[in-house]
């Protein structure tokens, strides 16, 4: 019991750090009118953190496994929102889908170039 009960309080004390980032990250971004979410800016600090040896990844690994483990509860509202948009589904969804695969494969692609490169460059 006492196992569990000290696992319950190291899980929530990785949550309260992780949204602790991502609220800062909110912040950052209302204040300096920056246009990015602040997702984006919570989880550069969190890579920040991780980089400058502060946080170690296993110190947040209980958290963010729970929050990775539940991800479909976050999707579920823009899930249900495609039932108000049924008929532009079914008209334009071939295009969506289209710009979806198109999108993402030049991310890969964009990523593996700038991983490609970023080796050939430190093994000279």
């Known amino acids: 019991m006492k196992c569990l009960s000290l ?14 980032l991502y609220a800062a990250g909110c912040l950052m971004v209302r204040w300096s009118g920056w246009p990015l979410p602040g997702g984006v800016i919570g989880l550069a600090l969190l890579l920040l953190a991780f980089a400058s040896g502060r946080v170690s990844p296993q110190a947040l690994k ?5 929050l990775l483990s539940e991800m479909l509860l ?7 929102s495609l039932l108000d948009y049924g008929e532009l589904v079914r008209e334009d969804g071939w295009r969506i889908l289209l710009v979806i695969g198109t999108s993402t494969l030049l991310v890969m692609l964009s990523t593996a170039l ?10 000279r």
């Open 7 to 20: 696992r319950f309080v190291r899980l929530c004390g990785e949550l309260a750090v992780l949204f602790g």
């Open 62 to 66: 209980l958290g963010a496994g729970l």
């Open 74 to 80: 976050f999707f579920i509202p823009a899930l249900m």
């Open 114 to 123: 700038a991983v490609e490169l970023l080796c050939r460059w430190r093994t």
